[in-house]
Antibody, heavy 119, light 110 residues
Framework: EVQLVESGGRLVRPGESLRLSCAASGFTFSHHAMSWVRQAPGKGLEWVSSISSSGSFKYSADSLKGRFAISRDNAKNSLYLQINTLRAEDTAVYYC????????????WGQGTLVTVSS | QSALTQPASVSGSPGQSITISCTGTSSDVGGYNYVSWYQQHPGKAPKLMIYEVSNRPSGVSDRFSGSKSGNTASLTISGLQAEDEADYYCISYTSSSTRIFGGGTKLTVL
């Protein structure tokens, strides 16, 4: 059974940094691209970033480039999202999802981890 | 890049059919057959309903179907059921190798 479990979300102050993790199991992690999607409270889904199976190719939303960095460790079956200089508008549930390339869709999602940015 | 355009809400009675549109540009929806649709119930993670415009994953009811014409993709739900009440999102691959979601549509089953 495919499982994706996010962690690392918490209350942080504006300007701080945070690293989110996503632990994958039930499939060969190193064979699949992965992505992060976020959802602010009461708002719609927003694609954040995607990474290829090897980690060689990374893509991010233009509005988030520079502060967000996606990475992965295939030996640990883990996906990461580094978020720097956090802002109030980054408050959201962050989902990791398995990303089917080159068809470009998300077939499995985690339950999400909540990041709250507030002073 | 602005979100794909979806109606904020649609509604229908049990047994009826509804269609949710998702309008983009030739750089996303119109340029690729990489449109997928997701259902999200309150407090839950999104669930894949349609991929590559019109393909249905195993386990998804055949009451759900997808199509595309020009820059607009559509999700149709036939034989509406109470459990179909949820938010629905489309997403497309873009010419910049990025992805863009629609703003989401709240489906109400009357």
């Amino acid at each position: 059974e495919v499982q994706l479990v996010e962690s690392g979300g918490r209350l942080v102050r504006p300007g701080e940094s945070l690293r989110l993790s996503c632990a994958a199991s039930g499939f060969t992690f190193s064979h699949h691209a992965m992505s992060w999607v976020r959802q602010a409270p009461g708002k719609g889904l927003e694609w954040v970033s995607s990474i290829s199976s090897s980690g060689s190719f990374k893509y991010s939303a233009d509005s988030l480039k520079g502060r967000f960095a996606i990475s992965r460790d295939n030996a640990k079956n883990s996906l990461y999202l580094q978020i720097n200089t956090l802002r109030a508008e980054d408050t959201a549930v962050y989902y990791c999802a398995r990303d089917l390339w080159p068809q470009y869709y998300f077939d499995y999602w985690g339950q999400g981890t909540l990041v709250t940015v507030s002073s | 890049q602005s979100a794909l355009t979806q109606p904020a809400s649609v509604s229908g009675s049990p047994g009826q059919s509804i269609t949710i549109s998702c309008t983009g540009t030739s750089s996303d929806v119109g340029g690729y057959n990489y449109v997928s649709w997701y259902q999200q119930h309150p407090g839950k993670a999104p669930k894949l309903m349609i991929y590559e415009v019109s393909n249905r994953p195993s386990g998804v009811s055949d009451r759900f179907s997808g199509s595309k014409s020009g820059n607009t993709a559509s999700l149709t739900i036939s034989g509406l059921q109470a459990e179909d009440e949820a938010d629905y999102y489309c997403i497309s691959y873009t010419s910049s190798s990025t992805r863009i979601f629609g703003g989401g549509t709240k489906l109400t089953v009357l």
